[in-house]
Antibody, heavy 121, light 108 residues
């Protein structure tokens, strides 16, 4: 059974940092692109970043580029999101999601349960 | 950046009725479109990929159609568990992957 379990969320002050983790199991983690998707309270979904299977390519939404870093450790079946210079508008539930690129639209086939990040003084 | 516009924002229907949800892209995304269902307090769930293919375990009452810029998610006969928020998402021209703003399907 595919499982994605996020951790590391919490309350942080503006300008602070936080590192999210996503533990993957039930599939060959090193074979998949992985993404982070966030959802602000009461709002829609926003893709944040993704990373290629071997970590060689990474992409970000403009609003986080230069502040967030996505990484992975295939030996530990884990995905990470290092978030620096956090702003109030980064407050959201952060989901890790697997990109299923066996189909052309590479949908997010599996999602974790999410971890809440609150940026507030 | 490709913008996805979903309509209507809210759809009020009764169980047993047919639901038709629309997603329009600001430029062609070919068939690189997916649909997700999200219930309160839960992660999104993949329903449809490649515009018209049902994901594993998704009931046959859910169907997707369209290509280019206009897409439709149809639920043929609503079950009580279908009332949720639905999002479309494209991966044709990325980054970024983009989502529509969502359609809330509520019980009338």
């Amino acid at each position: 059974e595919v499982q994605l379990v996020e951790s590391g969320g919490g309350l942080v002050q503006p300008g602070g940092s936080l590192r999210l983790s996503c533990a993957a199991s039930g599939f060959t983690f090193s074979s998949y692109w992985m993404s982070w998707v966030r959802q602000a309270p009461g709002k829609g979904l926003e893709w944040v970043a993704n990373i290629q299977q071997d970590g060689s390519d990474r992409y970000y939404v403009d609003s986080v580029r230069g502040r967030f870093t996505v990484s992975r450790d295939n030996a530990k079946n884990s995905l990470y999101l290092q978030m620096n210079s956090l702003r109030a508008e980064d407050t959201a539930v952060y989901y890790c999601a697997r990109e299923d690129c066996s189909s052309t639209s590479c949908p997010f086939g599996y999602w974790g349960q999410g971890t809440l990040v609150t940026v507030s003084s | 950046e490709i913008v996805l516009t979903q309509s209507p924002a809210t759809l009020s229907l009764s169980p047993g009725e047919r639901a038709t949800l629309s997603c329009r892209a600001s430029q062609s995304v070919s068939s690189y479109l997916a649909w997700y269902q999200q219930k309160p307090g839960q992660a999104p769930r993949l329903l449809i990929y490649d515009a018209s293919n049902r994901a594993t375990g998704i009931p046959a009452r859910f169907s997707g159609s369209g290509s280019g810029t206009d897409f439709t998610l149809t639920i043929s006969s609503l079950e009580p568990e279908d009332f949720a928020v639905y999002y479309c998402q494209q991966r044709s021209n990325w980054p970024p992957h983009t989502f529509g703003q969502g359609t809330k399907l509520e019980i009338k």
